[in-house]
Nanobody, 124 residues
Framework: QVQLVESGGGLVQAGGSLRLSCAAA????????MGWFRQAPGKEREFVAG????????DYADSVKGRFTISRDYAKNTVYLQMISLKPEDTAEYYC?????????????????WGQGTQVTVSS
């Protein structure tokens, strides 16, 4: 089992940057595929980015390609989401998720563990 805690959200102007962090508690962090999802008010939770257990494979939603980068630090048991060129439509609650499996996963029901979320608000 793994516990996930997100941080790094906040209020930023359009065009700005933020880096979200997801700290994982557990000794098998390297065995987990990790993902970032987001949910805006009144909308479905959507996939943002995913990374496999080794960090060698990543995937992104089309809406964030070229602007967001997912990475992981095994020494810190942490997954990051670097976000640049932020847009008002990126405003949402961002969630970190984990699944003990190989591969990169883009569907929320494929993940077993979730963090509590961190709010990102982009003003125009």
């Amino acid at each position: 089992q793994v516990q996930l805690v997100e941080s790094g959200g906040g209020l930023v102007q359009a065009g700005g940057s933020l880096r979200l962090s997801c700290a994982a508690a557990g000794r098998t962090f390297s065995s987990y595929a990790m993902g970032w999802f987001r949910q805006a008010p009144g909308k479905e939770r959507e996939f943002v980015a995913g990374i496999n257990w080794s960090g060698g494979n990543t995937d992104y939603a089309d809406s964030v390609k070229g602007r967001f980068t997912i990475s992981r630090d095994y020494a810190k048991n942490t997954v990051y989401l670097q976000m640049i060129s932020l847009k008002p439509e990126d405003t949402a609650e961002y969630y970190c998720a984990a699944r003990m499996a190989f591969g990169v996963f883009g569907i929320s029901r494929e993940y077993d563990y979730w963090g509590q979320g961190t709010q990102v608000t982009v003003s125009s």
